[in-house]
């Protein structure tokens, strides 16, 4: 019996050798916590915001002006089919190429 009582005393041991103890190990990773944005990352979103509305609202601008600028080239083919003639286009003009409207900018914006 000796044996069997040698082989007992053995056994809390290497349970207590297997179990891991609860105290934390290196990683190896350096944790690091930068928090929130903060203000810096309120302006930067804000400012960004600004310029997208301000892109949106530009685009649907220019999306009218070419909406008219169509419109105005139907009426004036109708008017022309109508007479029976063909819409002259402004001396010099190519064919196929739209003349920028009267109340345009200088430089095509």
Known sequence: ?????????????????????????????????????????????????????????SLTRHLRIVDRRSRQLEEQDASAAEAGTEADPEPGAEPGVVPPAPDAEPGGR
């Open 1 to 57: 019996m000796s044996a069997v009582s040698a082989a007992l005393a053995v056994v809390p041991g290497l349970v207590r050798a297997v179990t891991p103890t609860p105290t934390p190990s290196p990683t190896g990773t350096v944790a690091t916590s930068l928090g929130s944005p903060g203000i810096t990352g309120f302006v930067v979103t804000f400012v960004l915001a600004i310029a997208l509305i301000g892109l949106f609202l």
